[in-house]
């Protein structure tokens, strides 16, 4: 039996990964990024939003910057994501000992390969929604899909 290096093992695992079987790992990790708070954090981390112009670099915010740039997420919330972030790797937390303690939050590189794809999907969102609107009204208007 020929023997394997850990990274042929993990190219194996990786071609292995397909998120439509219901047990694949994927599947939680397209939840998590599929969560409206993650991609406006990650938006965030990434330089976009209200007062930054396109093409800002990633920069590290405190809670509560986030907080302020993300209107509506609740305290809970935002540490609920923050947290998630961390654990899968695609935010850092620093704690710096000042008085008060101040925490900053900045993308990894992995999280920072995520926002680029995440900031496309915002964008289609934004510039689309009139369309989208205009749907749902017809939709809405008429039958709402019933089946025959």
């Given at each position: 039996?020929?023997?394997?290096?850990?990274?042929?093992?993990?190219?194996?695992?990786?071609?292995?990964?397909?998120?439509?079987?219901a047990?694949?790992p994927?599947?939680?990790?397209?939840?998590?990024?599929?969560?409206?708070?993650?991609?406006?954090?990650?938006?965030?981390?990434?330089?976009?939003?209200?007062?930054?112009?396109?093409?800002?670099?990633?920069?590290?915010?405190?809670?509560?910057?986030?907080?302020?740039?993300?209107?509506?997420?609740?305290?809970?919330?935002?540490?609920?994501?923050?947290?998630?972030?961390?654990?899968?790797?695609?935010?850092?937390?620093?704690?710096t000992?000042?008085?008060?303690?101040?925490?900053?939050?900045?993308?990894?590189?992995?999280?920072?390969?995520?926002?680029?794809?995440?900031?496309?999907?915002?964008?289609?969102?934004e510039?689309?929604?009139?369309?989208?609107?205009?749907?749902?009204?017809?939709?809405?208007?008429?039958?709402?899909?019933?089946?025959?």
């Amino acid at each position: 039996m020929p023997t394997t290096t850990a990274s042929q093992r993990r190219a194996a695992a990786k071609a292995e990964y397909d998120a439509f079987f219901a047990q694949c790992p994927s599947r939680q990790l397209l939840e998590r990024i599929s969560d409206k708070w993650v991609a406006l954090v990650l938006a965030a981390l990434g330089g976009d939003g209200p007062g930054t112009t396109p093409g800002d670099d990633p920069m590290p915010m405190r809670f509560s910057e986030l907080q302020r740039r993300i209107s509506g997420v609740s305290q809970k919330m935002l540490t609920q994501t923050l947290r998630a972030l961390e654990r899968d790797g695609l935010v850092t937390r620093t704690v710096t000992p000042t008085v008060p303690v101040t925490v900053s939050y900045e993308l990894t590189d992995l999280g920072r390969s995520l926002q680029g794809l995440m900031k496309g999907i915002k964008a289609w969102a934004e510039g689309h929604m009139e369309e989208v609107l205009t749907h749902r009204g017809g939709f809405d208007q008429g039958s709402g899909g019933a089946a025959d």
